[in-house]
C-alpha cells in the first residue's frame, strides 16, 4: 500500500537524524527573530592587508540583469521575490556573488546601485533574501566587496548590520552542515569587519560554532563531509576566506582565537589535497553525488588563492594514485588514464541532502579527455527529472532489479542506504596494474538480499570491469555513460565496440560476459543544462558481467 510504503521512507530517512535537527526545526518554524535597528557599530581598523579572493564567472549580463543556472532574468520584470523563478535562481539573485566575480570593478556602478536597490526593497525579515543560507553568503559577500576598497553607503552599512544580528538570532541548527558552516562564516567576518561588544559577540559565536563543525566536516583526508566535490570546493574557499579575514583582523583575535585559528592552514591544505585529486586532468570537478560545473571557483582559482594567501605552503598537486580511505573514493592514474572511484557511503548519516545513488560508480578520462562520466547536476528542487539524476541508472555502476542502490526521494531525502563492504586494493608488480574489489549492501533490503561486487583492474593501456550480484534477484545492469564529446558505435555481434575520442584516437570495448546495446541518455555538466549523449547498457548473465575497455599510448 502506498501510505505504508511512505511511511517506510519516512521512518528509514528520520531515525538518522540528530535530536537537535529535530527540536531545532520546530524552534525554526514558530521562532521569528525581533528587528534591531540600532545603529551600526563602527568599522574596524585592518591590522594587515586583505588578499584577493577566488573569482566566480560573472553572473550580471547587465545592470540589473543577471544569468544564473543557464536561466536569464531581469530585476525590473522579476523583482526581488516574485513567483517567475524556481527557488534557487533566487538564491543566487540574492547572494550577491557578481560583487567579486572576475572583472568586478567595471561592473562597479551596477553594484553600488543594486546593493542600494536590494536594501529599499527588502525589509528585514521579509523575503527570500532574509532566509539564513542566502543572508550569510549576502553578508560575506558585502563584506568581501568592502574590504576591496568598496565604500559602502551608510544605509547600506547599517543593513549589513541588521542583517548580521537576524543571521545571528537564526541559525539553521536543524540543517547542520553546509548550511550551518556557512551561517558561521559570516558571523565571524563581520565580527572581524566590526569593531565593539557586539561585534565581539558575533566573533564569538561564530568561531564557537567552527570549532565544533570543522573536525566533523573536514575529514582527516581532507574531504568534506557531505562527499561531493562541488560543496568541498565551496568549503575550501570558505576556509580560505576565514584565514584571509582572520590575517587581515588579527588584531580582533584574542589569544586563545589566535590559538584556534593557527590549525587552519593545515586543514586548507589536506583539503587543497582532497580536490586536486578529485578533479580529472581537464581541471574540473569529478560528479559524484551533486555536484556541477561553474557554481564554485575553478580548482585554478582557488589554487592560486592559496598561493596568494598562504605563500609558505606549497599548492598541493594531484597524485599517480591515492585511496582517500576516510570519506571512501580512490583515483588510480596509469599513463594517460585516470579513473575516480566511488567506494564511500553517500554521505553522513544525518545528513545525506546532496546524495546520489551512486555507490561504486566510477568516471575515466584519458588524458584531458573525459571518457566516462556520471549523471552531474542540472537541476534542484523535486521534480522527477531530480529524482532520475540521483538515481543509480545515471551513474556508472549497475542497477538491481530496477532500483536505487540508495532510496533516494523528495528533493533531498534518502531513506535507506548503500554502504560499502569489503574495500580491497592491490598492486600487482608483475602486470603494473592496481586492482581495485568492493561492494555495497544497498539491495540488501530487495527480496533475496542481493549484494553487489565489482572488481576494477587498470594498467596502462585498459580497465576491465567486473560485476557479480550475490543474491536472488530478477535483473541487473551495469550502465556505462559516456561523455557527449565521445562517439560510440556497437559491432552488430554487441560483444565489442569503438569509441571515438574528439581528437581521433580510440578506445575498445570487448564484453567477455553479459549482454550489451546502446541506449539514449544525458549528462548535466552545469544547472540548467542538459546534453545528450551514450549509455552502454550491459545485462549480467547468471549473475555476473566483464568488459575490458582498452586503448594506445598516447
Known amino acids: 500500500m502506498v501510505w505504508l510504503y511512505k511511511a517506510g521512507l519516512y521512518w528509514h530517512t528520520l531515525r538518522h537524524l540528530r535530536a537537535v535537527q529535530f527540536y531545532s526545526r520546530l524552534w525554526f518554524h514558530f521562532w521569528r527573530p525581533r528587528q534591531d535597528m540600532r545603529a551600526a557599530p563602527l568599522r574596524a581598523n585592518p591590522s594587515g592587508s586583505w588578499c584577493m579572493p577566488a573569482r566566480r564567472l560573472p553572473s550580471m549580463t547587465g545592470p540589473r540583469s543577471w544569468l544564473f543556472l543557464s536561466e536569464p532574468g531581469n530585476l525590473d520584470e522579476l523583482g526581488w521575490d516574485g513567483p517567475q523563478r ?6 543566487n539573485q540574492h547572494y550577491f556573488d557578481d560583487l567579486n566575480a572576475q572583472e568586478a570593478n567595471d561592473r562597479l556602478n551596477w553594484h553600488l546601485a543594486l546593493v542600494d536597490d536590494w536594501v529599499t526593497h527588502n525589509p528585514p525579515g521579509q523575503g527570500t533574501g532574509w532566509e539564513p543560507y542566502p543572508l550569510s553568503l549576502r553578508i560575506v559577500n558585502w563584506i568581501k566587496w568592502a574590504l576591496r576598497d568598496t565604500e559602502l553607503s551608510p544605509s547600506a552599512t547599517h543593513s549589513l548590520v541588521v542583517q548580521v544580528r537576524w543571521l545571528s ?7 547542520l552542515g553546509n548550511h550551518l558552516f556557512a551561517n558561521a562564516k559570516a558571523l565571524v567576518m563581520a565580527g572581524l569587519f566590526f569593531e565593539g561588544s557586539e561585534a565581539d559577540s558575533w566573533l564569538k559565536q561564530g568561531l564557537r560554532i567552527l570549532a565544533k563543525e570543522l573536525p566533523e566536516q573536514v575529514l582527516p583526508d581532507g574531504g568534506q563531509f557531505e562527499r561531493s566535490p562541488m560543496y568541498h570546493a565551496l568549503a575550501l574557499e570558505d576556509m580560505l576566506d576565514l584565514l584571509n579575514a582572520t590575517q587581515s583582523f588579527e588584531n580582533r583575535l584574542t589569544s586563545a582565537q589566535k590559538r584556534q585559528v593557527a590549525e587552519w592552514p593545515l586543514r586548507v591544505r589536506s583539503m587543497s589535497y582532497w580536490l586536486n585529486n578529485m578533479c580529472h586532468p581537464d581541471g574540473e570537478i569529478s560528479q559524484f553525488n551533486d555536484a556541477a560545473f561553474d557554481i564554485a571557483p575553478s580548482l585554478d582559482e582557488l589554487d592560486a588563492y592559496i598561493h596568494r594567501l598562504l605563500i609558505d605552503i606549497t599548492t598541493s598537486t594531484q597524485s599517480r594514485s591515492v585511496h582517500l580511505k576516510d570519506s571512501g573514493y580512490v583515483r588510480l592514474a596509469h599513463g594517460k588514464a585516470v579513473a575516480l572511484l566511488d567506494v564511500a557511503p553517500v554521505g553522513p548519516d544525518f545528513l545525506p541532502g546532496h546524495a546520489h545513488a551512486d555507490t561504486l560508480s566510477f568516471e575515466l578520462s584519458l588524458g ?13 528542487g523535486i521534480s522527477s527529472e531530480r529524482l532520475r539524476q540521483r538515481g543509480t541508472a ?14 533516494v526521494w523528495g528533493g533531498f531525502r534518502v531513506a535507506r542506504r548503500a554502504y560499502p563492504l569489503d574495500l580491497d586494493i592491490e598492486q600487482s608488480a608483475d602486470t603494473k596494474a592496481t586492482v581495485v574489489h568492493c561492494a555495497h549492501n544497498g539491495y540488501a533490503r530487495l527480496p533475496g538480499n542481493p549484494i553487489h561486487h565489482r572488481t576494477w583492474r587498470i594498467n596502462e593501456h585498459s580497465i576491465t570491469v567486473t560485476d557479480r550480484v550475490e543474491g536472488r534477484h530478477h535483473s541487473a545492469e551495469a550502465r556505462f555513460h559516456f561523455h557527449p564529446a565521445v562517439i560510440v558505435k556497437i559491432d552488430p ?14 578506445m575498445t570495448w570487448l564484453l567477455e560476459h553479459g549482454q550489451a546495446k546502446l541506449e539514449a541518455s544525458t549528462w548535466h555538466p552545469r544547472f540548467g543544462h542538459v546534453e545528450p549523449n551514450v549509455c552502454l547498457s550491459v545485462l549480467l548473465v547468471d549473475g555476473r558481467s566483464t568488459i575490458h575497455f582498452r586503448w594506445a599510448d598516447a
Open 86 to 91: 524556481e527557488k534557487l535562481w533566487r538564491y
Open 169 to 175: 538570532r537564526s541559525l539553521e541548527k536543524h540543517l
Open 368 to 380: 584531458t579527455q573525459r571518457v566516462l562520466v556520471n549523471s552531474g547536476t542540472s537541476c534542484y
Open 394 to 407: 545515471a551513474h556508472n555502476t549497475v542497477v538491481v532489479n530496477n532500483q536505487d542502490s540508495s532510496e
Open 493 to 506: 555481434s554487441e560483444l565489442e565496440g569503438i569509441a571515438t575520442l574528439p581528437d581521433g584516437s580510440e
